[in-house]
């Protein structure tokens, strides 16, 4: 059997040959790794930048969100102190002197209209010098103007509270649905009797 001798020049037939071969390696090289490999990276490609833009539309939804429910916190701001002062006054009765009494009316179905209550808790009252402050959570979901329109409507019960964290978060910027996480405090003024 003769195996050849290596350094003789192969003759055309041979290069002919080998160059299919490596030819035939380059293109099955090119269909079976490089082609799916190139596809998959263009289409990571496109949902990271699909990615991209759906995180920027969220970020300025959110923005949005949180400058409309800041100016309409504003206008309110305006409107409450005539109710505050009337309770205090003594003009105008709370409609709830705990927050046990604040919580079942902030989440009775006519309150509520639309707006879904995930979670709620309260503190005991604290004892401060001429009032008790009680601080109250309320968790829940709904959309974002059922929501606005639900803060407007505690805002504007006649009762001492306040509310100090309003944290608004997008559940679904299709639906236009938000996440609602308030802190607030309910107040208690300790009755004063005038002797006469």
Same mark, same amino acid.
Do not use: C
């Given at each position: 059997?003769?195996?050849?001798?290596?350094?003789?020049? #192969?003759?055309?037939?041979?290069?002919?040959?080998?160059?299919?071969?490596?030819?035939?390696?380059?293109?099955?090289?090119?269909?079976?790794?490089?082609?799916?490999? $190139?596809?998959?990276?263009?289409?990571? $490609?496109?949902?990271?930048?699909?990615? %991209?833009?759906?995180?920027?539309?969220?970020?300025?939804?959110?923005?949005?969100?949180?400058?409309?429910?800041?100016?309409?916190?504003?206008? *309110? #701001?305006?409107?409450?102190?005539?109710?505050?002062?009337?309770?205090? %006054?003594?003009?105008?009765?709370?409609?709830? %002197?705990?927050?046990?009494?604040?919580?079942?009316?902030?989440?009775?179905?006519?309150?509520?209209?639309?707006?879904?209550?995930?979670?709620?808790?309260?503190?005991?009252? $604290?004892?401060?010098?001429?009032?008790?402050? #009680?601080?109250?959570? !309320?968790?829940?979901?709904?959309?974002?103007?059922?929501?606005?329109?639900?803060?407007?409507? !505690?805002?504007?019960?006649?009762?001492?509270?306040?509310?100090?964290? !309003?944290?608004?978060? *997008?559940?679904?910027?299709?639906?236009?649905?938000?996440?609602?996480?308030?802190?607030?405090?309910?107040?208690? *003024?300790?009755?004063?009797?005038?002797?006469?």
């Amino acid at each position: 059997m003769d195996t050849g001798d290596l350094k003789k020049v #192969a003759n055309m037939r041979e290069q002919l040959l080998a160059g299919l071969v490596m030819l035939a390696i380059f293109v099955m090289f090119v269909r079976v790794i490089y082609s799916p490999k $190139k596809d998959e990276v263009t289409r990571l $490609k496109s949902q990271v930048k699909n990615l %991209k833009m759906e995180k920027d539309a969220l970020n300025k939804f959110t923005q949005a969100l949180r400058e409309t429910a800041l100016k309409e916190q504003l206008q *309110v #701001a305006k409107e409450l102190p005539s109710i505050k002062v009337q309770v205090l %006054k003594g003009d105008v009765k709370s409609v709830a %002197k705990e927050t046990a009494a604040l919580l079942s009316l902030v989440t009775s179905q006519p309150f509520l209209k639309g707006i879904l209550v995930k979670e709620m808790s309260d503190l005991s009252p $604290k004892q401060e010098k001429g009032y008790k402050k #009680a601080d109250f959570f !309320i968790n829940a979901q709904g959309s974002f103007r059922n929501m606005i329109d639900y803060l407007d409507r !505690i805002r504007k019960l006649p009762v001492l509270l306040v509310l100090e964290n !309003i944290d608004l978060k *997008v559940v679904d910027e299709k639906a236009a649905r938000v996440e609602l996480e308030l802190n607030g405090a309910l107040f208690q *003024v300790e009755e004063r009797h005038v002797a006469q």
